[in-house]
């Protein structure tokens, strides 16, 4: 299968190249295409003739796209609709990675597939137009919601904390948010699985379970061997954003659990990309 990946560069872009080893990857990083040039676009993907385009490139600084909401739209919303264009006219599927901040958080149980979005920061916004764009201009797509993303290459919550940690000596770290870390290879994986299934529609690829802010820390400390760093949980009104943070946003797996595709709890995909960098203590 020829499989072009926008943000190829990006963690989980990188992922989604190793994942898909055994195909015909055509990968164009953020230097490479410029998703918000809607003629460098259609250039790249009719030129390319892929049968999936994986479209994963986004402005994902969730405080940036607060401060500068134009870019933010331009980017992941009409960007989106540009690669979606394109691939009506390549013939080609498309996965869409979106996030889990399309929602409220105010459901008080993990999100399903189908449950409506209600994004309250720019950073969802975007992402959920996006959305629209590819359920309403393609007959052949996946949307693949994904959070917490981590895994190597990344600049992420589990490095910012280990940096905190050897900085400060002791952390204060958000309890009342709550969400599905998800690891990039695990997630990569599923996609690598789904995109042979030929079975379109909306999925939640995170690892199962669920944790507070809070808890993740204590766990990265935990199983670094920092333990005894001192974490103190604050609430997200102590914590002042430029975006404003949906507190409670898990994913459930329903769809493509159905499909068979299932990605491991988060604690022992935390603990596998641990061992991963040589962090893991235990």
């Known amino acids: 299968m020829r499989v072009l990946i926008t943000g190829a560069g990006g963690q989980l872009g990188r992922a989604l190249q190793a994942a898909l080893a055994g195909h015909t990857l055509i990968p164009f990083a953020h230097a490479d295409l410029d998703v918000a040039d809607r003629a460098a676009v259609f250039r790249t993907i009719l030129s390319a003739r892929p049968e999936v385009v994986i479209h994963a490139a986004a402005w994902t600084d969730v405080d940036g796209c607060a401060r500068d909401p134009e870019r933010a739209f331009r980017v992941n919303a009409l960007g989106t609709q540009f690669v979606a264009l394109a691939c009506a006219a390549a013939d080609a599927a498309m996965v869409y990675i979106s996030t889990n901040e399309v929602f409220d958080g105010t459901k008080g149980e993990p999100y399903l597939e189908f449950d409506r979005p209600n994004p309250i920061n720019p950073y969802g916004q975007s992402k959920w137009v996006g959305e629209w764009f590819v359920a309403h201009l393609l007959r052949r797509f996946y949307i693949v919601r994904t959070a917490w993303v981590f895994g190597p290459g990344g600049n992420h919550f589990v490095r910012k904390i280990l940096r905190r940690a050897e900085a400060e000596g002791s952390l204060r770290v958000v309890g009342d948010e709550v969400g599905s870390p998800s690891y990039t290879r695990d997630v990569a994986e599923a996609i690598a699985r789904l995109i042979e299934t030929e079975?379109?529609?909306?999925?939640?690829?995170?690892?199962?379970?669920?944790?507070?802010?809070?808890?993740?820390?204590?766990?990265?400390?935990?199983?670094?061997?920092?333990?005894?760093?001192?974490?103190?949980?604050?609430?997200?009104?102590?914590?002042?954003?430029?975006?404003?943070?949906?507190?409670?946003?898990?994913?459930?797996?329903?769809?493509?659990a159905a499909l068979g595709i299932r990605l491991r709890p988060w604690p022992e995909a935390l603990r596998a990309y641990l061992a991963e960098e040589g962090w893991l203590a235990e």
């Open 199 to 256: 079975a379109y529609g909306i999925y939640h690829f995170t690892n199962e379970g669920m944790c507070s802010r809070y808890d993740y820390a204590r766990e990265i400390l935990r199983l670094t061997g920092r333990g005894h760093v001192p974490v103190v949980p604050i609430a997200l009104a102590d914590f002042p954003r430029p975006s404003q943070v949906p507190p409670f946003t898990p994913l459930a797996n329903r769809c493509g």
